[in-house]
């Protein structure tokens, strides 16, 4: 990376974390540019060379977040699809397993503030592409291989994707009190074992 672009990225993900922080102690709308510029260390001038917005900044870290996310599975997720493309027995194939769901919850608790802005702001993220990736990479191998048709895979999975959610919704609701594990065993027991037949 030359060093212009460097010294153009870091002060932007030194916003992305400020913003971050700031959101685990206020909520969004109280939360200002000159904050944001102190937490960061840089000028009111760098943060609008970046951002437009506060919404800009929000889009931006909730990307972070979401790759970070999705890079916490480093190599599970190339094993998810190996082990799916692989298995003989329809029977071991499950679209939710403890392997990828406790990670997920615990990625969830870490950056629940974050997490709740998205559930109550959509509008201003791009899930529906988020969404459209870990479906194409994690969810369309398995139901191809379950026979699931094509045609039904989209709402088969909408359907599981949306109770999972609003269980996460309501645990998040109560501040994640609940530990980790018992809200992935409520998923995984309300969750028909897990398989779509």
């Known amino acids: 990376m030359n060093i212009l672009k460097k010294n153009f990225l870091n002060p932007a993900i030194l916003m992305d974390e400020a913003l971050l922080l700031l959101l685990e102690k206020k909520d969004y709308q109280y939360i200002t540019v000159k904050e944001i510029c102190q937490k960061a ?103 191809d291989k379950l026979n699931v048709p094509r045609d039904e895979q989209k709402y088969a999975l909408t359907f599981y994707s949306k109770g999972i959610l609003a269980v996460i919704m309501l645990w998040l609701a109560d501040d994640c009190k609940e530990p980790i594990d018992k809200i992935m065993n409520i998923i995984m027991k309300y969750t028909p074992t897990g398989n779509v037949r």
């Not at 929000?58 to 298995?87: P, Q, V």
């Open 41 to 143: 260390g840089v000028n009111r001038s760098t943060f609008y060379l970046h951002y437009e917005t506060m919404d800009d900044l929000l889009k931006e870290a909730i990307a972070m977040i979401n790759k970070r996310f999705y890079e916490s599975f480093g190599s599970k997720k190339d094993t998810f699809k190996g082990d799916w493309k692989m298995s003989k027995n329809k029977s071991e194939l499950v679209l939710i397993t403890p392997d990828y769901l406790k990670p997920y919850l615990e990625f969830i608790k870490e950056n629940k503030k974050a997490f709740k802005l998205i559930h109550d702001r959509p509008e201003l993220f791009d899930s529906e592409s988020t969404f459209e990736r870990m479906y194409q990479e994690l969810f369309e191998p398995i139901m």
